[in-house]
């Protein structure tokens, strides 16, 4: 079964509404129950005779963890100020076995329909440890409404899991209900173990309530003043009044009628719209082209202009058109696969003979000689053809 917690500030109703909604539906349905809080044994007695409540000390258990053991199966134990068995910081391979293994394994302690089920009590999670903070499957968050003016009533917030009662994240929060503290919920235990009776909470002289802020004093009356204002304006209006503050209308002159007149025509020029600008493109780059793209995700662009590389970040410089086709924008240039020179210049190859003056022209075979250079001017035939290239064509005239 699961393992449920109650959290908040002190005196603000954990044990109140672990007596509320655990202890006294436990005890109507006849169920064993083991608890620490101090419990005023005659007053259950005489509400429930066959009642079988089990008080336990914690300081005993911490002296002998076996002790947890006596819980017989399918009871209830409530742990008031479990951090003292469970402290912050503890680790789970230092922790007593007993207390590991009864948490751990306490839904299979069954007896009858009943599953064994533990409650922890504390002023918040992060006061015990983290092996026992991670079996919470609800936590029940008290709230005392002080700040409001009603130190009698309280708001109880239900989360799914361990939460903090000053980080409880709303996305967690399953139900949230308003209460009153009831003298008939107090009567079956004592709230304060270190005294008597139930002490009130008020400092003399001191009322801790926003209703008593000087704002609340000069708001709210300007607002009400306001809102009559306005309501008695707004019933003058609809009555056919006026209202307060508003020009009335001036009765128009009689309307004299005259003979109608040919009108002149009148000319009227209209306005001719110049027609809307388009933004200019950039400009082609007459430098650079895409060389290649390349990258787990295709994310770096390679440019190119025949002698220099450079790298761009295709998310940030580059955009692709409705083609496929990637469109980078650099110092205001367009530049694409097609951008650039046609005639991209090459560098020139190295002679690797004068970079040795050990094998010089002096010293060349005939063999090497007679050879086809790899590097260097191209041949003459290629030239010719360049040559031809660059002469301009002459169109002559048809003569038919």
Same mark, same amino acid.
């Given at each position: 079964?699961?393992?449920? *917690? ?14 509320? $909604? ?23 007695? *005489? ?53 590991? *293994? ?32 991670? %079996? ?19 708001? %109880? ?45 008020? %400092? ?19 607002? #009400? ?71 787990? $995700? ?8 025949? /002698? ?18 990637? /469109? ?36 060349? *075979? ?17 030239? /010719?053809?360049?040559?031809? #290239? ?11």
């Amino acid at each position: 079964m699961s393992i449920v *917690s109650f959290c908040g500030k002190p005196r603000s109703g954990k044990s109140y509404s672990c007596i509320e $909604h655990v202890l006294l539906p436990a005890l109507e349905k006849g169920r064993s129950v083991w608890c620490n809080i101090p419990l005023m044994m005659d007053v259950i007695r *005489s509400r429930f005779p066959t009642a079988s409540v089990s008080w336990f000390d914690a300081g005993e258990w911490l002296r002998d963890p076996e002790s947890i053991e006596q819980v017989e199966p399918g009871s209830i134990l409530i742990i008031d100020e479990c951090w003292r068995l469970f402290p912050s910081g503890q680790k789970s391979n230092v922790a007593p076995m007993a207390f590991r *293994s009864f948490l751990a394994e306490h839904g299979h302690r069954t007896a009858g329909d009943w599953t064994t089920e533990v409650v922890l009590i504390c002023q918040d999670l992060s006061q015990i440890a983290g092996w026992v903070r991670v %079996l919470v499957e609800r936590t029940y968050v008290t709230t005392k409404l002080s700040a409001l003016g009603t130190p009698d009533r309280f708001r %109880l917030e239900v989360f799914s899991g361990p939460v903090g009662v000053d980080r409880a994240p709303k996305r967690q929060l399953v139900q949230s209900y308003f209460k009153k503290y009831d003298s008939a919920v107090y009567q079956y235990y004592k709230s304060q173990t270190k005294g008597e009776g139930h002490g009130k909470e008020e %400092l003399q002289g001191v009322k801790a309530s926003i209703w008593r802020r000087p704002i609340f004093w000069l708001v709210i009356p300007a607002a #009400l003043v306001g809102a009559v204002w306005a309501s008695l304006n707004l019933r003058h209006f609809f009555k056919g009044g006026a209202v307060e503050g508003v020009p009335q209308p001036v009765a128009a002159a009689p309307v004299q009628h005259l003979a109608a007149q040919p009108l002149a025509a009148v000319p009227v020029s209209v306005p001719v719209l110049a027609p809307a600008r388009k933004e200019a493109s950039p400009a082609l780059s007459t430098r650079w082209r895409i060389a290649g793209i390349f990258g787990p $995700h295709d994310e770096q662009v390679i440019l190119y202009d025949g /002698r220099y590389t450079r790298v761009l970040d295709r998310l940030r410089d580059c955009t692709q058109n409705g083609y496929g086709e990637t /469109r980078c924008i650099v110092e205001g240039e367009l530049i694409t696969h097609y951008s650039g020179r046609d005639e991209q210049s090459i560098p020139e190859a190295p002679d690797f003979g004068k970079l040795n003056p050990s094998r010089g022209d002096a010293k060349e *075979s005939k063999a090497g000689a007679d050879r086809p250079s790899r590097v260097g001017s191209p041949p003459a035939a290629l030239d /010719r053809h360049s040559q031809q #290239l660059d002469r301009p064509r002459v169109v002559l005239p048809n003569q038919g």
